[in-house]
């Protein structure tokens, strides 16, 4: 059975705080993703990762960064987070065949005060 | 640019069938998927379609008409259960290239 899992279900932060946010999947995939997911906005890629020390940037970017220095592990960075960070963040990963889907973890909500 | 549509609430009876529908454009084609959310829960896999024509699975079922951009989950014998936000996602090209998704839509099943 596919496991993704994510360091926290819920948390609480300070405005600029720094946070990680660490993802860990036991599939051996080579591609990791970091979305956040807000109401009426969807599911939005923060950042993604094809391989090893790989990163590329997804659709926003802005006030993140990662980190993935071995293959099952991506951890997503704020580094001084604000509060229009609070949100939803969800973890997935998947294989390299066209037809693989994503697997996502539960998730962390995250609360910037 | 990518986008993808699919209608953002939907009602239906207990028991009864109801379809959601998605349409994309996205710069190429390498698979449609949907997926299920339930409320405060991750997504959780569904469907797979990448060629023309209706995909079965028990209750559920997904169609796709490639050249139409289109794409439909049908669910049947709709149960309280169902309800949850259904999200219709796209692959544009090769394996690793991350899914564009839909906004989601939130289907409330109603005895």
């Known amino acids: 059975d596919v496991k993704v899992t994510q360091s926290s279900r819920y948390l609480v932060k300070r405005t600029g705080e720094k946070v990680f946010l660490e993802c860990v999947q036991d599939m051996d995939h080579e591609n990791m993703f970091w979305y956040r997911q807000d109401p009426g906005l969807g599911l939005r890629l923060i950042y993604f990762?094809?391989?090893?020390?790989?990163?590329e940037k997804g659709d926003i970017p802005e006030g993140y960064s990662v980190s993935r220095e071995k293959k099952e592990r991506f951890s997503l960075i704020l580094e001084s987070a604000s509060t229009n960070q609070t949100s939803m963040y969800l973890c997935?990963?998947?294989?390299?065949?066209?037809?693989?889907?994503?697997?996502f973890g539960p998730g962390t909500r995250l609360l910037v005060l | 640019g990518q986008n993808i549509d699919q209608p953002t609430e939907m009602t239906a009876t207990e028991g009864a069938i109801v379809q959601i529908n998605c349409t994309y454009q996205?710069?190429?084609?390498?698979?449609l998927f949907w997926y299920q959310q339930h409320a405060g829960e991750a997504p959780t896999f569904l469907s797979y379609?990448?060629?023309?024509g209706l995909e079965e699975k028990g209750r559920f079922s997904s169609f796709l008409s490639r050249s139409k951009g289109y794409s439909y989950l049908l669910l049947k014998e709709l149960q309280m259960k169902d309800s949850a936000s259904y999200l219709c996602a796209v692959r544009s090209h090769s394996g690793n290239t991350p899914l564009v998704f839909g906004k989601g839509t939130r289907l409330s099943v109603i005895a």
């Open positions: 996205t710069s190429g084609f390498n698979g």
């Open positions: 997935a990963s998947s294989g390299d065949r066209g037809q693989e889907t994503q697997y």
């Open positions: 990762s094809y391989d090893v020390k790989m990163k």
């Open positions: 379609n990448v060629l023309d």
